[in-house]
């Protein structure tokens, strides 16, 4: 199981931090990405972190490159996103997914994912 938290309403030019626990999986072997969907808009992907084993950094979304942090806690099950420098545009649920393996930007290689937290930026 997946679980977010973290999600909330913030001003632009804030920061909020996301995290997803997971439950029930091998998370060490497990690759950890964030989506997010926006209303009326298809999910998108925004950031995935290979195991720790692949030792490689995580990849980002052009549109979130340089504002958010992906990270995660092998220890804790955790993965977080930071996110800096928040804008309207960011508005949007976001979900955590997982896979085992290495990282994937497609929707659909993942089975598994959270039920999604809501970031809302106000201008």
């Known amino acids: 199981q997946l679980e977010e938290s973290g999600g909330g309403l913030v001003q632009a030019g804030g920061s909020l931090e996301l995290s997803c626990r997971v439950s029930g999986l091998p998370f060490r072997s497990y690759a950890m990405t964030w989506f997010r969907q926006a209303p009326g808009k298809e999910r998108e992907f925004v950031a995935t972190?290979?195991?720790?084993?692949?030792?490689?950094?995580?990849s980002y979304s052009d549109s979130v490159k340089g504002r958010f942090i992906l990270a995660r806690d092998d220890a804790k099950n955790t993965a977080s996103l930071q996110m800096n420098g928040l804008k309207v545009e960011d508005t949007a649920v976001y979900y955590c997914a997982t896979r085992p393996g290495g990282a994937s930007r497609r929707l659909r290689d993942y089975s598994y994912w959270g039920q999604g937290t809501q970031v809302t930026v106000s201008s």
């Open positions: 972190i290979n195991p720790d084993h692949y030792n490689s950094d995580p």
